[in-house]
């Protein structure tokens, strides 16, 4: 049995997607969609970006129509949930999830990063939300290869430092079990974790674990993965997806350019979903045969003060697409509550 055949054995909960129940009737009642702050520019440390006001951003998720938002950068919004709550309750947002990129193969790095992840588990669980999302973080080493990573394994973790990373990751998973999260992975450009080759590299390193993925559509296209295969390969674990966009002839011109990964992102790599090179008709497809039902977060990176994207038209326009690509998924009958995309518990829910 391979090591990812004995995961789907022992996923037992994806508390990241609906709750289990009728599943029979229009694909709107099947897929939900959140944004982040990250499509505002807000970035993972603090800078210029964070001087938005996030109310503003608030507002202008919500009359996008967005149903949720996950946390951003573990500051921006505010941490006590005494104030982010009702801010959230008064616009009709959930708080879904945070994005939380760590060191994962510095073993220097293990306590800060067990701290990080307490404290945002903490915030999470008392806002009722159902997931936690970890990445590794971002290094200038892979920032600089970013897409054009050596297939030979040259510039990717060593086999202790993978030791590492199977340590922490089973400890973060633990963590996030205390306080009622799912804990799934997100693959990222610009990481040592990128390529669908270090994405099977990590989950059979975990293999003993629950972790899920969390699949980015746009980062596994940017790191020479395929979105649609990737959902198919990791369908019985596959828990979480951002939705974003390649504007490919961009992605070709960093790489002809030798750009590095934030220098693609000030160039405009990242397009409004439905303007770019994914196929997402076929990618929902995808995730409407295997039973997917859940939490889909419309993202489009940009760079905060340099990107001419505005935010709320982007995203506006982005949700209007991806509804309109879901329309036209016909609708699935017979579905077994029991699948294992069935949540366990209610967004919203402490």
């Known amino acids: 049995m391979t090591n990812l055949a004995l995961r789907r054995t022992i996923a037992t909960s994806d508390m990241c997607n609906l709750p289990a129940g009728n599943f029979e009737g229009s694909p709107g009642d099947r897929f939900h969609f959140a944004c982040a702050p990250v499509s505002w520019g807000v970035e993972d440390y603090y800078g210029p970006s964070w001087e938005q006001p996030y109310q503003r951003i608030l507002d202008e998720m919500a009359e996008c129509g967005y149903e949720a938002t996950e946390l951003g950068p573990y500051g921006y919004f505010p941490v006590d949930p005494q104030i982010l709550r009702p801010q959230l309750e008064d616009r009709s947002l959930k708080m879904l999830s945070s994005f939380v990129p760590l060191n994962l193969a510095e073993p220097s790095a293990a306590q800060e990063a067990v701290q990080r992840i307490q404290e945002v588990g903490e915030l999470l669980s008392a806002l ?26 040259s510039a990717s973790l060593t086999a202790n ?23 799934v992975f997100h693959p990222h450009v610009g990481t040592f974790i990128e ?51 390649i504007d490919r002839p961009v992605l070709e011109a960093a790489h002809r350019g030798g750009l590095n990964f934030n220098e693609a992102i000030e160039a405009g790599v990242f397009s409004q979903i439905g303007e770019g090179a994914l196929d997402f008709p076929a990618f929902f497809r995808t995730l409407e045969r ?11 990176d940009i760079k905060f003060g340099v990107s001419t994207v505005s935010p709320k038209a982007s995203m506006g326009a982005s949700l209007n697409y991806v509804r309109s690509v879901i329309k036209e998924l016909p609708q699935r009958r017979g579905a077994d509550p029991r699948s294992p995309t069935a949540a366990h518990r209610e967004v919203g829910d402490p």
Request: aromatic letters at 8%.
């Open 161 to 183: 430092q993978w030791k590492q990373v199977a340590s922490l990751g089973r400890e973060a998973e633990q963590i996030a079990q205390a306080f009622g999260l799912d804990l």
């Open 290 to 300: 295997n039973g997917y039902q859940g939490w889909c977060v419309v993202e489009q």
């Open 195 to 245: 390529t669908p080759e270090e994405t099977e590299r990590f989950f059979d390193a975990v293999s003993s674990s629950n972790i899920g993925l969390c699949l980015d559509t746009g980062h596994c296209l940017y790191g020479t993965g395929d979105p649609i295969a990737i959902a198919q390969q990791y369908k019985d674990i596959l828990r979480y997806v951002h939705i974003k966009d």
């Open 128 to 153: 009722g939300a159902p997931c936690i999302v970890l990445a590794d973080h971002q290094s200038k080493t892979r920032e600089a290869i970013a897409g054009r990573v050596p297939a030979d394994g």
